[in-house]
């Protein structure tokens, strides 16, 4: 049940089924975290709340982790300007021989695990234990800290598709025009019949730099979920 929103502290005050409330927690994709307020709070926020900010669509999304899918027997490509904490318990063993790890970052850790997290029951969150993974858990990596034989190495292996969470904005270009870059992978992807995942502009908001503006690839931006009317917005 909601209660209300407070579009300063951008928090959403509702009641939650005790014994569901893992469960639910895990599922809400978009929220930060949760913490459960003292009963009179929310009382007294229930006694304020006039409308309702939810979407009526907003819970119509198929979920990765709800699907069949699990990556069993792809070999996915990673390429990142940075290493990878190969260590983790959660990617142990999950990459092939032709990977370039470097050394420990955190962003190719954190991209990784979002693509092939095994699943640990042993990591403790704010509510015990979780079950975290990663949208194809079975999947094996082909990691690449950024090299110039990186799309070669991709197509030897036989990786049909790989993740590019980076861009070329910072370099002092034209942030939305089609250059050398762009026409590369788009070449990958018509000529090598891969796949490949951009991110829509890691370096500023407000721009799509290359080569996430290629014509053949798949360009993935990141939301936050904020109620209609929120102040704020933009």
Known sequence: QLLGYDSSARFYYVILDETRFKELASKLWWVKGIAQEAEEQN??????ATVNFEPDDSRQLIMAWDTDFTGDRVLVGVREPGGIFDT???????FHADSVLGADELHGTHVTGIIAGRRKSSILGPWGDTEIKGVAPAAEILYRKWGLLDFQAFKNAGAKIS?????FGFLGKDVFSYDSNCKNFDGYCDNDDMVLIISA???DPAAIPSPANAKNVITVGAISYVPEGTP???
């Open 43 to 48: 009382q007294a926020m229930k006694e304020k």
């Open 88 to 94: 983790h318990p959660q990617l142990k063993g999950i």
């Open 163 to 167: 993740n590019h969470s980076y861009s």
């Open 201 to 203: 502009g890691n370096n």
């Open 232 to 234: 704020d917005i933009g």
